[in-house]
């Protein structure tokens, strides 16, 4: 069956610094894996996609993941956190092959940028 | 653009009163899918759908009634309302004619069940 862990639940960092949000998952098959952002009273954006071509994903707003098979993780990166970066992050996976639009979301990770 | 239009954004009920949370989408998609968002838990799939007439369950349908007559409307029925279906409820929808799986959602709906 398929499933995200995100390894932190809140990240608090400094703007300007690196951001770093962890994500980890199971498939039984070639998995498609997204970071979507939730800001706060706001509906859900899809911020990248990995579907098996290039393991390095550029993202919006300067946002990239690494797709590392033999380590089954999926992170998030930003080298230079912005306020407006403040928000929920979902780690999301397919929940099945194919285009079906059905997907399994972690728990989410809420990101703090102070000033 | 209008995108994935829900209403209302916010309700109240008490218990065993039941209601409908419209969803409605303006781009064509054929894909529409209905998740529940509580603390802790990320989004969980309710019901979802792949075209007019066809709907299937998620991973909670349990309390939760779905029907798909037209491809822009996705409905979302409670017919007698727990406490524990207090949530806030995101609609979504994307194309299959897309390889990008990207699910467009709508701003949400926070209901309380008192």
């Known amino acids: 069956a398929q499933s995200v862990t995100q390894l932190d639940s809140h990240v608090s960092v400094s703007e300007g610094t690196p951001v770093l949000l962890r994500c980890n998952y199971s498939s039984s098959y070639s998995p498609s894996l997204f970071w979507y952002v939730q800001h706060p009273n706001k509906g859900l954006q899809l911020l990248l996609k990995y579907t098996s071509a290039a393991t390095l994903v550029k993202g919006i707003n300067g946002f990239e993941a690494e797709f590392k098979k033999s380590e089954t993780s999926f992170h998030l990166t930003k080298p230079s956190a912005h306020m407006s970066d403040a928000a929920e992050y979902f780690c999301?996976?397919?929940?099945?092959?194919?285009?079906?639009?059905?997907?399994?979301f972690g728990q989410g990770t809420t990101l703090q940028v102070k000033p | 653009n209008a995108g994935v239009t829900q209403t209302p954004k916010f309700q109240v009920l008490k218990t065993g009163q039941s209601m409908t949370l419209q969803c409605a989408q303006d781009?064509?998609?054929?894909?529409m899918s209905w998740y529940r968002q509580d603390p802790g838990m990320g989004l969980r799939l309710i019901h979802y759908s792949v075209g007019a007439g066809i709907t299937d369950q998620g991973e909670v349908p349990n309390g939760y009634n779905v029907s798909r007559s037209t491809t822009e409307d996705f409905p979302l029925r409670l017919l007698s309302a727990a406490p524990s279906q207090t949530s806030v409820y995101f609609c979504?929808?994307?194309?299959?004619?897309?390889?990008?799986?990207?699910?467009?959602f709508g701003s949400g709906t926070q209901l309380s069940v008192l």
């Open positions: 781009m064509n998609h054929e894909y």
């Open positions: 979504a929808s994307s194309s299959f004619l897309t390889t990008n799986e990207k699910l467009f």
């Open positions: 999301v996976v397919s929940a099945t092959p194919g285009n079906t639009g059905k997907l399994i």
